[in-house]
């Protein structure tokens, strides 16, 4: 289906295109031949995109699988079987935060243990499926404790199997998700936590990031997390910097370039005069 929407847009002539591919390897070929019509392409959750000149993401990805596996690991006593649940097992960001879930978990928690007959479990990013695989698992494992999920969709269809099957207190998710789908599992504790980052933030950053391409920007390495991207593009509206969050071919970073004026960071505020990046900002090369 992307593939189609992107061809479309090819055909009408547009100035960039700022995917989220459901299936990285699969849009190769279409960005592809996007760029060499000339068409900016930016990515967003698609670190290992080749056809796009940055990709985006809204945060290293093996410390936000780590995050979500802490959660996890909490909730579980530290100790118990557990597996992990990938929206799309083509979805190269989601794979990469359940790996690095599940080493962390290996290195600091050794009571914790992978279902090795299914380490990754699938949901096509669909609730119900999310509902009727952990039904399965919690069914034909019953010493399964934990689901660490990625896709937004696993808490609640994971939520929603514990608590039919009345494994409140013995059975646990940690997943990405969005607080309204997960408030009354939240509410009744069947479900301890959900992490995300601002979709919102992330697409206009994602937009500002391709307008900037279009006028020539050029980005080089850096990383710089101190502020929210929706603070950054505030920011670099109000005093006149131009910040975007993105990554290159060699990594994640902040670019932000010079001219702006900052109050927001503190050792900025402290220095009311300070011109530039902020410290932990790497200047373009």
Same mark, same amino acid.
């Given at each position: 289906?992307?593939?189609?929407?992107?061809?479309?847009?090819?055909?009408?002539?547009?100035?960039?295109?700022?995917?989220?591919?459901?299936? $990285?390897?699969?849009? &190769? $070929?279409?960005?592809? &031949?996007?760029?060499?019509?000339?068409?900016?392409?930016?990515?967003?959750?698609?670190?290992?995109?080749?056809?796009?000149?940055?990709?985006?993401?809204?945060?290293?990805?093996?410390?936000?699988?780590?995050?979500?596996? &802490?959660?996890?690991?909490?909730?579980?006593?530290?100790?118990?079987?557990?597996?992990?649940?990938?929206?799309?097992?083509?979805?190269?960001?989601?794979? @990469?935060?359940?790996?690095?879930?599940?080493?962390? *978990?290996?290195?600091?928690?050794? @009571?914790?243990?992978?279902?090795?007959?299914?380490?990754?479990? &699938?949901?096509?990013?669909?609730?119900?499926?999310?509902?009727?695989?952990?039904?399965?698992?919690?069914?034909?494992?019953?010493?399964?404790?934990?689901?660490?999920?990625?896709?937004?969709?696993?808490?609640?269809?994971?939520?929603?199997?514990?608590? @039919?099957?009345?494994?409140?207190?013995?059975?646990?998710?940690?997943?990405?998700?969005?607080?309204?789908?997960?408030?009354?599992?939240?509410?009744?504790?069947?479900?301890?936590?959900?992490?995300?980052?601002?979709?919102?933030?992330?697409?206009?950053?994602? #937009?500002?990031?391709?307008?900037?391409?279009?006028?020539?920007?050029?980005?080089?390495?850096?990383?710089?997390?101190?502020?929210?991207?929706?603070?950054?593009?505030?920011? =670099?509206?109000?005093?006149? *910097?131009?910040?975007?969050?993105?990554?290159?071919?060699?990594? $994640? +970073?902040? =670019?932000?370039?010079?001219?702006?004026? #900052?109050?927001? +960071?503190?050792? #900025?505020?402290?220095?009311?005069?300070?011109?530039?990046? +902020? $410290?932990?900002?790497?200047?373009?090369?």
């Amino acid at each position: 289906m992307q593939v189609q929407v992107i061809q479309d847009l090819i055909a009408q002539g547009v100035d960039a295109l700022a995917v989220v591919p459901v299936d $990285p390897a699969a849009l &190769e $070929p279409v960005l592809g &031949e996007a760029m060499k019509k000339g068409i900016v392409v930016v990515t967003h959750e698609a670190s290992t995109q080749q056809n796009t000149m940055y990709d985006l993401e809204a945060f290293t990805n093996a410390s936000f699988g780590q995050t979500i596996m &802490e959660s996890l690991a909490t909730a579980m006593g530290h100790k118990g079987l557990y597996t992990t649940m990938v929206g799309n097992v083509t979805n190269a960001s989601h794979n @990469e935060w359940a790996d690095a879930g599940v080493a962390y *978990a290996t290195a600091k928690y050794p @009571e914790m243990k992978l279902l090795d007959a299914e380490p990754r479990v &699938e949901i096509m990013d669909n609730l119900d499926t999310a509902y009727d695989r952990a039904k399965e698992l919690f069914k034909k494992y019953p010493d399964l404790r934990g689901i660490m999920g990625t896709s937004s969709l696993s808490a609640p269809g994971v939520s929603r199997a514990i608590e @039919e099957l009345g494994l409140q207190g013995r059975a646990f998710v940690s997943s990405a998700g969005l607080p309204n789908e997960n408030k009354p599992f939240l509410k009744d504790g069947t479900l301890q936590s959900v992490v995300l980052w601002d979709p919102k933030d992330a697409g206009y950053a994602l #937009c500002a990031l391709a307008a900037k391409v279009i006028r020539g920007g050029k980005f080089g390495n850096g990383l710089d997390l101190t502020h929210s991207v929706a603070e950054a593009v505030a920011q =670099a509206a109000r005093f006149g *910097a131009e910040m975007v969050l993105a990554r290159d071919v060699a990594g $994640p +970073h902040l =670019a932000s370039l010079p001219g702006g004026r #900052c109050r927001s +960071h503190p050792r #900025c505020r402290r220095r009311q005069t300070a011109r530039g990046p +902020h $410290p932990r900002a790497a200047r373009p090369s």
